[in-house]
Structures are given as C-alpha cells and as structure tokens.
C-alpha cells in the first residue's frame, strides 16, 4: 500500500498515512468546501488498509484545529473502520489532541468516542504552536 502524506493548506489538514507502521494522522484545520473531493480517496485507502491490514497495532492522531461540520462527519467514517479494527482483534490506538482551552474541540473528541465506543487519549496542549503529533 501507498504511504500518503498531504501538506496542508489554509482550509485543508496535513494528512500522513503510513500503512507499514500503522500510523495515521490528521492535523491542522478542516474547511473545505468540498469535503468529499479531498476525503474520498482517503477514506478509500482507509478501506483497502483494513482490508490487507499487515499490523497487529493501529495509532491514529487526530490534532484539528478548525473544523466544519462536513468533516466531522468524514473524521467519524475513519474513526468507524478503526473500531472495525479492534473488533477484528487489531489493537487500536486513538490519539484526540486540543488546545487547552478549545472546549469544542475536546467535546467533539468526547462525543464521538461516546458515540463510536472508542477510547480515545486525549491529550491537552498549552499553545498551538505546541504541535502533538508530526509524523513522516
């Protein structure tokens, strides 16, 4: 499988796909106007990884700074095929990083582990210069 890494833009994430580590990321902002055009592939290569998957353990970070509606909804469709891998036995790892004082943020992150039934760590940061994860 690729290993896919995306720079971000002003209204898109950076995203790092690394199929032979089982290290997934999404960080930065989150407002396109069409999520599905940037989401779509990503989410295809999210369903052709847990189909061949060749890693007992997965760890996806997310660390989003801004996020439209429309991407949550593409966030909880990945966050779906993980949960779908750990009913497989895979061993999955949620990381959900926020500015400390980014309430929204967090309670996204709370909601969807509620709603998935996926435990997440999250993990507060001071600044948002303080970055959490950056993956190549």
Known sequence: MQHI???????????????????????GKSILVNVE???RPLL???????KSIEVEEVEFSFDI?????A????????LIKLKDLEDKGVA???????????KNVLEMGEDLSKLLRLPFNFIA???AKERL???N
């Open 5 to 27: 890494i995306i720079e971000p833009t002003y209204k898109s994430p950076r995203v790092i796909l690394n199929p032979l580590k089982g290290e997934m990321s999404i960080e």
């Open 37 to 39: 055009e940037f989401y």
């Open 44 to 50: 295809n290569w999210m369903d052709d990884f847990t």
């Open 65 to 69: 700074e801004y996020f439209n509606l």
């Open 71 to 78: 991407s949550t909804k593409r966030f909880m469709f990945f």
């Open 92 to 102: 999955v790892k949620v990381n959900w990083a926020y500015a400390s004082n980014d």
């Open 125 to 127: 940061y001071e600044k």
């Open 133 to 135: 994860f950056t993956m």
